[in-house]
């Protein structure tokens, strides 16, 4: 019943374009063509296999593995980009 509902159709649509624009990076007429902001690395920690944290910050980084020195088995720092 909601299908027929033109505020619905129109609310579906909307959202199927906006995902299109932002996969194919399209941008509308009106829209800036200012630079996208740059994005940050993050570092994913591991603890025995156990994701405890990601941090955008190395020093975070740091801090957590000098936690986890003495007790963990295994600590793994994965860089996301």
């Known amino acids: 019943k909601k299908l027929k509902e033109a505020s619905v159709i129109k609310a579906i649509a909307t959202g199927h374009v906006v995902g299109l624009q932002q996969m194919i990076n399209l941008r509308l007429m ?7 902001p740059k994005l940050v690395k993050v570092y994913r920690l591991l603890v025995d296999g156990v994701q405890v ?3 955008g ?3 975070n980084v740091i801090a957590q593995v000098n ?3 003495d007790s963990a088995k295994k600590i793994e720092v994965e860089r996301v980009e």
């Open 53 to 55: 944290g990601a941090y």
């Open 30 to 36: 009106n829209e800036s063509l200012a630079p996208r």
């Open 57 to 59: 910050e190395r020093e």
């Open 67 to 69: 936690q986890f020195l």
